[in-house]
């Protein structure tokens, strides 16, 4: 079982920035497939960005130029650095995890993130 502890949501003004940290247990981190989503309200839940085992990396149109994955594989965690931010960013951002070695999905808990205007 893999636990996923994210941190880093809050409240921002526009054109601000925040980074989000999602730290995970287990020694398959380094072989697994990382991704953030969000969920505004009232809508589907949608992939912002996924960075994969070897450090690719792929992005929502919504956050290209604006939003930056990266991970730490010796501390277990991924980010997501997000810049320019705008009202239409606000949602709640889960952290998923896609196992290299059972290739189950595992979530975050969820943080809020709230841009005003």
């Known amino acids: 079982q893999v636990q996923l502890v994210e941190s880093g949501g809050g409240l921002v003004q526009a054109g601000g920035s925040l980074r989000l940290s999602c730290a995970a247990s287990?020694?398959?981190?380094?072989?697994?497939?990382m991704a953030w989503y969000r969920q505004a309200p009232g809508k589907q839940r949608e992939l912002v960005a996924v960075?994969?085992?070897?450090?690719?990396?792929n992005y929502a149109d919504s956050a290209k130029g604006r939003f930056t994955i990266s991970r730490d594989n010796a501390k277990n965690t991924v980010h997501l650095q997000m810049n320019s931010l705008e009202p239409g960013d606000t949602a709640v951002y889960y952290c998923?995890?896609?196992?290299?070695?059972?290739?189950?999905?595992?979530w975050g808990q969820g943080t809020q993130v709230t841009v005003s205007s």
């Open positions: 998923k995890y896609i196992s290299g070695l059972s290739r189950m999905d595992y």
């Open positions: 960075i994969t085992a070897g450090g690719s990396t």
């Open positions: 287990g020694s398959a981190f380094r072989i697994s497939t």
